[in-house]
């Protein structure tokens, strides 16, 4: 039979070596080891499959339950899913297996800040203190810690000490200012922060917590000044813009607001004083329509908040919908029986639609209001020096613009865990490898899915799944997990018992496809060796096998092991399927990747050359090609392939476009 066009041999040597090997790399998930398991599962971990990665580490903790290790990293895998509590617990279970860990009290520490459980945390970074007492962010997070549990007298002797050890370290003053502001002792919180900014002036968080104070104070254009340090410093901070655009109104720069609400609702959708505020100045400006939008997503939010259900009733009447106008005045009237204003415009709709008799009823107790208690009189329009704290009900004050109660500067734990897992991958990545894949899913690239033929004839010959082409690590969760686990034992059972050698050929390369969905690549390489040793001239085994080990590569080198030999068995496998199919795009393309990844820049240029003038199309090529001129100091070439990318879909390489041109 054919596999990807070539023949497989049928000799009886060549069944009984075949055989044997099947025999020999047939993997059952029940008899794999606790280190294979580990293994795979901080491998799932480093390429943020954080459901997969808790599925082998479960595998090893019924093995052998008493090791700490499975324990501590399945609590990682729960804290990047925002499982805090489970985190905590699987820490715990850590430390009575090994209590002296520093990790171990590190995360778990996290963890029960991020639930609020600030005495335990600070129990967790005292003891992680006795073994490690030089570590400046076990000092940082204790501190914040004691912050938040209004601890202030030994926060501040804690902040004595870390400021004898580290006199340079700009972000204890930050912390200062911080206790001082809740102290109310505002000049202290100020003189604390021109010291942090004279350490370090590109702390966007130390121009934000300055901003807080002058906006305390209605110093508008200072704290637009600092706010706009803080934006330039970190632009991707909604509470920023919001707070500027604050700023700017109180400065009559409603335009200027206005850019600012639009920003911040860009970076945070659902920022309830956004779309508040917005709705007031489109309101303001006469656009009405879209004021009505936000206030409708406000209501989504807080559907009992009866300024702004006042509001949209404003508008709603303004814009000639006088049955919803009333609908929401009447709520907001039932709430508030003597809010004479309510009263007074419902009464007013009431007679645009001819309901005189409803109209008067209003009006006579708007007039009994006038007459007995002198309370009548019109709102005033919004002014520049009215805005209400967000915890002030009072229905008078509807248009009235709305701040935070308390604004408290954010405060910054140290933690290792924040973001990706792989020591925060620099902004400047290659896309990976193409590979072979039962998951459609085809990244960032918005575009007719990748074909091969080589593919499609295999396709052919599997009926039960697809195989595609893609360089999109696919996130699996349960369902899928638990789907490619039953998948491959099915797989197992034919190679057990096939009905035919080539049966069992075919099964070993779509269970090798298997076990890379499911990180565990060893296995993978384990069943594409032997498939190339029945059939060498597999062009899809040779690719297949060269990705794994490329993945494999990637989790080791991050380790700290160097792994320049086992790459070098990657670029044999593609220098091989390349002999056998030289005019292929994506072999040229993966080779290219793995000279880049390499630093042989110029190499991997003529490889994305080549791939390029076979396939025009292939937005990856140009973007790693773009990336390679960058590293050599290529820019102009650089930032036209990367150009190139953006137009063919992979959109992230407009970000690169705009440093590099700076």
């Not at 100020?190 to 104070?213: F, H, M, N, R």
């Amino acid at each position: 039979m054919n596999v990807s066009g070539h023949r497989v041999t049928k000799g009886r040597r060549g069944v009984l070596l075949l055989l044997f090997y099947l025999f020999a790399f047939l993997p059952s998930f029940a008899q794999y080891n606790t280190d294979r398991l580990m293994t795979i599962g901080r491998s799932a971990l480093y390429y943020e499959d954080y459901v997969l990665s808790i599925q082998y580490f479960n595998q090893a903790i019924s093995i052998k339950p008493y090791l700490y290790e499975p324990w501590f990293f399945r609590g990682v895998a729960k804290y990047y899913l925002d499982d805090y509590a489970g985190a905590e617990s699987d820490c715990s279970e850590a430390l009575r297996r090994n209590p002296y860990v520093i990790s171990l009290y590190e995360l778990r520490g996290l963890a029960r800040i991020q639930q609020d459980k600030f005495v335990e945390a600070i129990d967790d970074y005292t003891r992680a203190l006795k073994y490690d007492p030089e570590n400046r962010g076990f000092w940082n997070n204790r501190v914040l810690c004691r912050i938040q549990n209004k601890d202030f007298d030994v926060a501040l002797a804690e902040l004595d000490t870390i400021q004898r050890r580290w006199s340079q370290f700009a972000r204890a003053y930050n912390m200062r200012a911080d206790i001082y502001m809740q102290m109310e002792d505002t000049v202290k919180a100020v003189d604390a922060l021109q010291k942090s900014l004279e350490i370090d002036p590109y702390d966007g968080q130390t121009w934000a917590a300055s901003s807080i104070i002058s906006l305390s104070r209605e110093e508008w254009d200072s704290a637009e000044v600092q706010l706009n340090h803080a934006i330039h410093l970190m632009p991707k901070n909604a509470g920023c813009h919001i707070n500027r655009a604050l700023a700017r109104f109180n400065q009559n720069n409603l335009r200027g607001a206005m850019a600012d609400y639009d920003m911040a609702l860009d970076l945070e959708p659902n920022n309830f004083l956004g779309h508040y505020n917005r709705g007031l100045l489109r309101a303001q400006v006469g656009d009405d329509n879209r004021a009505i939008t936000d206030f409708d997503f406000v209501l989504r939010l807080e559907p009992d908040n009866m300024l702004a259900l006042f509001n949209r009733a404003v508008l709603l009447d303004k814009t000639g919908d006088l049955q919803g106008a009333i609908r929401d005045y009447s709520k907001v009237i039932e709430e508030y029986p003597n809010f004479w204003t309510g009263l007074e415009f419902r009464a007013a709709c009431y007679r645009k639609l001819g309901m005189v008799k409803q109209a008067e009823a209003d009006e006579f107790t708007v007039y009994k209001a006038r007459l007995y208690k002198h309370l009548y009189g019109t709102q005033p329009r919004l002014n520049p020096n009215q805005i209400r704290k967000r915890s002030d009900e009072d229905v008078e004050k509807y248009n009235q613009l709305v701040m935070e109660d308390c604004q408290e500067p954010e405060r910054e734990y140290a933690n290792d865990y924040r973001g990706r897992v792989q020591d925060h991958k620099v902004e400047m990545e290659f896309q990976p490898m193409f590979v072979l894949s039962y998951e459609q899913e085809e990244g960032e690239v918005k575009r007719p899915r990748v074909t091969d033929t080589m593919v499609d004839r295999l396709n052919d010959m599997h009926q039960a799944r697809t195989i595609y082409v893609n360089n999109a690590h696919v996130i699996l969760g349960d369902d899928r997990t638990s789907d490619y686990f039953n998948y491959i034992d099915s797989l197992s059972a034919v190679i057990s018992h096939p009905q035919t050698t080539s049966q069992a050929v075919r099964a070993l390369l779509f269970r090798a496809i298997a076990y890379s969905a499911i990180q565990d690549y060893d296995s993978a390489i384990d069943d594409l060796s032997t498939y190339l040793l029945e059939d060498s001239t597999s062009v899809l085994a040779l690719w297949q096998r060269a990705a794994c080990q490329l993945r494999i590569n990637q989790f080791e080198a991050s380790q700290g092991t160097n792994v320049e030999l086992k790459n070098a068995s990657v670029q044999a496998d593609l220098n091989h399927a390349l002999e056998l199919s030289p005019h292929h795009p994506l072999l040229l393309c993966n080779r290219g990747t793995l000279m880049a990844l390499r630093g042989d820049y110029k190499r991997a240029i003529d490889d994305y050359n080549a791939a390029i003038a076979l396939e025009p199309q292939l937005a990856e090529a140009y973007f790693n090609r773009g990336l390679c001129y960058l590293f050599l100091k290529q820019n102009a070439e650089g930032t036209q392939d990367l150009s190139k990318a953006g137009e063919l879909g992979l959109y992230n390489a407009y970000s690169l476009i705009k440093k590099y041109r700076k």
